[in-house]
């Protein structure tokens, strides 16, 4: 008493077969494009990270030169609020790193076929 379906097929449908002959045709170029997008990830990660960097130094540098006074609340305001975005920076660094080791990792396959073709 198996559950029987009425509809048909959904991998049966002409739209379907037309996408995967497609991709076929396309399969190196599709694989590198799912590749870059992936390493995206990775790039972004790394450019948040030098960007807090930055922000943590040149905040660092304006308190140093009293250019953000912390007694004062503009000058707290200021030096506080740039903290906290680079802490807002850095969870997004590690969500993209997160993710795009998930990624890696899940398309691990893909990477190393894609190695054997020479093209990476």
Same mark, same amino acid.
């Given at each position: 008493?198996?559950?029987?379906?009425?509809? *048909?097929?959904?991998?049966?449908?002409?739209?379907?077969?037309?996408? %995967?002959?497609?991709?076929?045709?396309?399969?190196?170029?599709?694989? *590198?494009?799912?590749?870059?997008?992936?390493?995206?990830?990775?790039?972004?990660?790394?450019?948040?990270?030098?960007?807090?960097?930055?922000?943590?130094? &040149?905040?660092?540098?304006?308190?140093?030169? +009293?250019? $953000?006074?912390?007694? *004062?609340?503009?000058?707290?305001?200021?030096? &506080? +609020?740039?903290?906290?975005?680079?802490?807002? %920076?850095?969870?997004?660094?590690?969500?993209?790193?997160?993710? &795009?080791?998930?990624?890696? *990792?899940? $398309?691990?396959?893909?990477?190393?076929?894609?190695?054997?073709?020479?093209?990476?």
């Amino acid at each position: 008493m198996g559950i029987q379906l009425n509809e *048909k097929d959904p991998l049966a449908d002409p739209l379907i077969d037309e996408i %995967m002959s497609s991709f076929r045709q396309n399969a190196k170029e599709v694989v *590198k494009d799912t590749l870059e997008g992936i390493g995206m990830f990775r790039f972004a990660a790394t450019l948040i990270a030098y960007i807090a960097l930055l922000l943590i130094v &040149y905040t660092s540098v304006f308190v140093i030169i +009293g250019y $953000y006074p912390l007694n *004062k609340p503009v000058g707290a305001l200021g030096a &506080y +609020g740039t903290f906290a975005g680079v802490a807002v %920076m850095l969870a997004i660094y590690v969500h993209y790193r997160r993710k &795009y080791s998930m990624l890696k *990792k899940k $398309y691990a396959a893909l990477f190393a076929l894609y190695e054997k073709l020479g093209v990476a």
